[in-house]
């Protein structure tokens, strides 16, 4: 399964962005997708994840409350709605697939199949 991810752009403080995720070659079923970030000069940080069948989600506590992920299963395609965003929030964006336990769902380790990454710069 190849992954696409686009959406990213520039935007000032307390707008917001859609991400899409989009794969192609094979099905997200039975999947677990997870959005990751990194920053220059930081560690690829968990963003958010979504069990592709079934639709379970996870985020991280530092967007909790203001970004939501979905999928569209018949688009095979999963979004990150970003709302009220800060300038820490500024970093590449990146989607990947795993089969890891649920509980194991934020590690990046446990991520082999990346996406080329969207860039989110929010300005203040």
């Known amino acids: 399964v190849q992954l696409q991810a686009s959406g990213g752009g520039l935007v000032q403080a307390g707008g917001s962005l859609r991400l899409s995720c989009a794969a192609s070659?094979?099905?997200?079923?039975?999947?677990?997708l997870g959005w990751f970030r990194q920053a220059p000069g930081k560690e690829r940080e968990f963003v958010s994840a979504i069990m592709f069948s079934g639709g379970t989600t996870r985020y991280a506590d530092s967007v909790k409350g203001r970004f939501a992920i979905s999928k569209d299963t018949a688009k095979n395609t999963v979004f990150l709605q970003m709302n009220s965003l800060k300038p820490e929030d500024t970093a590449v964006y990146y989607c990947a697939t795993t089969r890891i336990v649920w509980s194991e769902i934020a590690n990046h380790k446990h991520y082999s199949n990346w996406g080329q990454g969207t860039q989110v710069t929010v300005s203040s």
């Open positions: 070659g094979g099905t997200l079923s039975g999947y677990r």
